[in-house]
Nanobody, 122 residues
Framework: QVQLVESGGGLVQPGGSLSLSCAAS????????MSWHRQAPGKERELVAL????????QYPDSVKGRFTISRDNAKNRVYLQMNLLKPEDTAVYYC???????????????WGQGTQVTVSS
């Protein structure tokens, strides 16, 4: 069973930094791209970073490019998101996942972790 456990969120002032961590299990971590997503209240979940299995290809949307950095440690089955120069619009629950997500057996749902709340406010 796939398990994804995000941590590191919190309250930070605009311009500040946070470092998120995700522990993954239940699949062969080094075989899959990993991603970070976020979902703000009333909005769709959006992709904020994607990293290939051996970190050779990394992608960000323009909204976070130059401020967020994704990395991974295949020996520890962990993926990280360093967030700098945070803005109030970065406020959301942040989730990690593998790409593609793993389907929950006999359902049309996918495994997701509980997420970690990031709040950027003065």
């Amino acid at each position: 069973q796939v398990q994804l456990v995000e941590s590191g969120g919190g309250l930070v002032q605009p311009g500040g930094s946070l470092s998120l961590s995700c522990a993954a299990s239940g699949f062969t971590f080094s075989r899959f791209p990993m991603s970070w997503h976020r979902q703000a209240p009333g909005k769709e979940r959006e992709l904020v970073a994607l990293i290939s299995p051996w970190s050779t290809n990394i992608q960000y949307p323009d909204s976070v490019k130059g401020r967020f950095t994704i990395s991974r440690d295949n020996a520890k089955n962990r993926v990280y998101l360093q967030m700098n120069l945070l803005k109030p619009e970065d406020t959301a629950v942040y989730y990690c996942n593998r790409d593609p997500p793993s389907r929950v057996p006999d359902t049309n749902k996918y495994y997701w972790g509980q997420g970690t709340q990031v709040t950027v406010s003065s």
